[in-house]
C-alpha cells in the first residue's frame, strides 16, 4: 500500500466537462507535486506546493488549475481539456522543497489515467 | 540547465541474462542520481540512489555507481527475472546547496523479460 492515494485511478471526460483529480498523502510530508506522463514523452513536472504555497508552475495551461487545502491533499481541477490533455497524472510527495530539506527522493502515487473525448 | 539522457529502449531479455541500461547527466555541482521504476498500472517507486561521486546504490540484486568522471549512473543486474519487466527511470537532482528540490527525469527505458 503506498503513502500516496490517488482518486480516481481512471477518468474518462469530455472537453466541455469540469472534474477534479485528488490526490492524499499519510507520509507527513510538506511538499506535493502533480507530473504529467503521457506516452513518448519524458515526465513533465506540472506544479509543486511546499507546504501549501506553490512554488513552481511549469507553463501549465489555465485549463489546469491545482489547489493544496493542506501538507496532505492535493487536488487538480480540470476544464474544458483537450485531447492531447489525455495522459496518466501522478501525484508525488516529499518532506520539503528547498535547501535544507531536499533529499531528491520523489514518493508517487499509482496515477490517475486521464482520457479526454 | 541540468538534464539526464538514457538509452532508448524496449529492451528484451530472457530471464537470468544480465542487464544494462546506460544513463548518463549533464549538471552543475554535485548533484544526487537515481533509478525510480515504474511497474505496469502502477506509479513510480524508488529503486536505488547515490548522493556522491563514487557511491554505489543498490537495491534487489540492481546496482549502479555514481561516476564522476564519466557522468554516468547505468543501472546493472546480473540475472533478470521476468518480474523485472517495468520501465526504468534514471533521475537527478539539484546541487545539494541549490534551494530547488525539483527531479530531471530521463525518458524511461522499458525492461521486458521473457521466461
Known amino acids: 500500500e503506498t503513502g500516496v492515494t490517488q482518486t480516481p485511478r481512471h477518468l474518462v471526460m469530455g472537453m466541455t466537462n469540469k472534474k477534479s483529480l485528488k490526490c492524499e498523502q499519510h507520509?507527513?510530508?510538506?511538499?506535493m507535486y502533480w507530473y504529467k506522463q503521457s506516452a513518448k514523452k519524458p515526465l513533465e513536472l506540472m506544479f509543486v506546493?511546499?507546504?501549501?504555497?506553490?512554488?513552481e508552475n511549469n507553463s501549465v495551461p489555465s485549463r489546469f488549475s491545482p489547489e493544496c487545502p493542506n501538507s496532505s491533499h492535493l487536488f487538480l481541477h480540470l476544464h474544458t481539456l483537450q485531447p492531447e490533455d489525455s495522459a496518466l497524472y501522478l501525484c508525488?510527495?516529499?518532506?520539503?522543497?528547498?535547501?535544507?530539506?531536499?533529499?531528491?527522493?520523489?514518493?508517487f502515487g499509482e496515477g490517475s489515467r486521464l482520457t479526454v473525448l | 540547465g541540468d538534464s539526464v539522457t538514457q538509452m532508448e529502449g524496449p529492451v528484451t531479455l530472457s530471464e537470468e541474462a544480465f542487464l544494462t541500461i546506460n544513463c548518463t547527466y549533464t549538471a552543475t555541482g554535485y548533484p544526487s542520481l537515481f533509478w525510480y521504476v515504474q511497474y505496469p498500472g502502477e506509479g513510480l517507486q524508488l529503486l536505488l540512489k547515490?548522493?556522491?561521486?563514487?557511491d554505489k546504490g543498490s537495491n534487489k540484486g540492481f546496482e549502479a555507481t555514481y561516476r564522476k568522471e564519466t557522468t554516468s549512473f547505468h543501472l546493472e543486474k546480473g540475472s533478470v527475472q521476468v518480474s523485472d519487466s517495468a520501465v526504468y527511470f534514471c533521475?537527478?537532482?539539484?546541487?545539494?546547496?541549490?534551494?530547488?528540490?525539483?527531479?530531471?527525469f530521463g525518458r524511461g527505458t522499458q525492461l521486458t523479460v521473457w521466461p
Open positions: 533521475a537527478l537532482s539539484g546541487d545539494r546547496g541549490s534551494t530547488l528540490g525539483r527531479l530531471y
Open positions: 547515490a548522493t556522491k561521486a563514487d
Open positions: 508525488a510527495s516529499s518532506p520539503g522543497y528547498g535547501r535544507t530539506m531536499n533529499t531528491g527522493e520523489l514518493f
Open positions: 506546493y511546499n507546504f501549501k504555497e506553490q512554488t
Open positions: 507520509l507527513g510530508h510538506n511538499a
